[in-house]
């Protein structure tokens, strides 16, 4: 039987487990925190209003995680917003038709020249002010990533943010996917434990830990990238590997809930000039008295002083939104930067299609990769994670039947 431990309980790493258990695999999941989900983390405020503190919205294309939820019985619901369309505020008035085209546009020359400057082909290509703002807070928004420091290849699916499908949650909140992952995999998830080493030969793996070693077959190392840097492997990894892992970007964004003293209905109302958005949907079990806020990128959440508290946030979301009743009481801030076990919301990478593959995509003799950050198509969502873990136990089960010893490419 082929023992395999998978570093991390994240959507991914448990993504990973489940498929080898299926699989016939004997699997370990060593998870640093004492609860799974990783950057999915679903919780109550005060009031009773259920909140996604991380990952939330579940939009077109994504299958994978479709498919997974109705393996575990949790059908996804509509929760009354459109997560790419929002009211804008102030509303500039622009044409959609204009705005589409000058998508298409864009599209074109960053296509074209894929390595330039996103702000530099914006200027270039998009005449209208208000539209050419409106695509680099989008963008910005999206990515978590200030647009002055992203490249035109990030432009590549602009015109993905102007479509109008319908968001979808899980019931009872995204973090319930994790949590049933995990209660099918019992005791093999062991919470409370982070990788502090892997050592690696021909012969398997061994994972240190605060309590001792696990020895494997395989590795899955399912972490984000600030973690996997700081994970001590012997032998190193090769240089093109540690050059990959050292050239991912790591997003910043926070997240803001807010009680409402009076239910609204579903709505979404995004700040050009402040470049965050607040929305509102029935799904916050307590009937929409809820409002959340998505702040993404350094100088955003800086701007808002989302690490000092939810005051200043506040005041700007009353300001965008003033018919909003908010009752600051009660208020939460999450913030993924200094949390220990992210250091960061998610990676941002150019998108390109999943069948590339990079360092961190394809094994590494006993040792293989999981995480959005492997998945850069779908890089910074669910549905990467998922199907990051699993390719990543795809390739394991590839390298178990074809009786590697170690040492060379599990895949064959």
């Excluded at 699997?27 to 259920?50: H, I, K, M, N, Y």
């Excluded at 509102?280 to 809820?290: A, L």
């Excluded at 506040?314 to 220990?340: H, N």
Aim: glycine share 10%; net charge negative.
């Amino acid at each position: 039987m082929t023992r395999v431990c998978v570093i991390g309980a994240g959507l991914a790493g448990l993504a990973a487990a489940d498929a080898l258990a299926a699989a016939g695999a004997e699997v370990d999941v060593l998870e640093a925190r004492t609860r799974v989900g990783g950057r999915v983390w679903t919780d109550r405020l005060a009031s009773g209003a259920l909140i996604e503190r991380g990952g939330e919205f579940i939009t077109h294309g994504y299958t994978t995680t479709e498919r997974l939820a109705a393996r575990l019985g949790c059908e996804l619901f509509g929760m009354g917003i459109r997560y790419p369309e929002r009211r804008l505020h102030p509303d500039p008035g622009l044409d959609r038709g204009a705005v589409v085209a000058a998508a298409a546009a864009v599209e074109r020359a960053a296509t074209a020249q894929p390595e330039r400057p996103a702000a530099d082909v914006l200027a270039e290509v998009v005449a209208d002010t208000a539209i050419r703002e409106l695509f680099a807070s989008r963008v910005q928004s999206a990515r978590a990533h200030p647009i002055d420091d992203l490249e035109a290849g990030f432009l590549g699916s602009v015109s993905s943010l102007l479509k109008d499908d319908e968001c979808r949650k899980v019931p009872g909140g995204n973090q319930e996917l994790a949590l049933r992952l995990a209660a099918g995999l019992g005791h093999r998830v062991h919470l409370g434990s982070p990788a502090l080493a892997i050592a690696h030969d021909a012969s398997g793996v061994s994972v240190a830990t605060a309590a001792g070693r696990v020895e494997a077959d395989a590795v899955v190392v399912a972490v984000p990238i600030p973690l996997l840097r700081a994970i001590e492997f012997d032998p190193p990894l090769p240089p093109e590997v540690i050059e990959a892992i050292a050239a991912v970007r790591m997003s910043v964004a926070a997240k803001l809930a807010v009680p409402l003293r009076a239910p609204v209905g579903a709505d979404a109302v995004m700040s050009v000039p402040g470049r965050f958005w607040a929305y509102t949907t029935p799904r916050d079990e307590i009937g929409g008295r809820t409002v959340g806020s998505w702040a993404g990128s350094a100088p955003v959440v800086s701007a808002l002083d989302a690490a000092g508290g939810p005051e200043r946030w506040i005041g700007e979301v009353a300001a965008l939104w003033p018919e909003l009743d908010l009752d600051p009481e009660g208020a939460t801030v999450t913030t993924w930067l200094d949390d220990p076990w992210a250091q960061g919301a998610y990676s941002v990478l150019v998108p390109r299609a999943d069948t590339d593959e990079s360092p961190l995509s394809s094994p590494l003799g006993r040792i293989v990769f999981a995480g959005e950050h492997t998945s850069p198509d779908w890089s910074g969502t669910i549905e990467g994670a998922l199907r990051s873990g699993e390719r990543a136990a795809a390739d394991v089960l590839r390298f178990r039947r074809s009786g590697d010893s170690g040492g060379s490419h599990p895949g064959g």
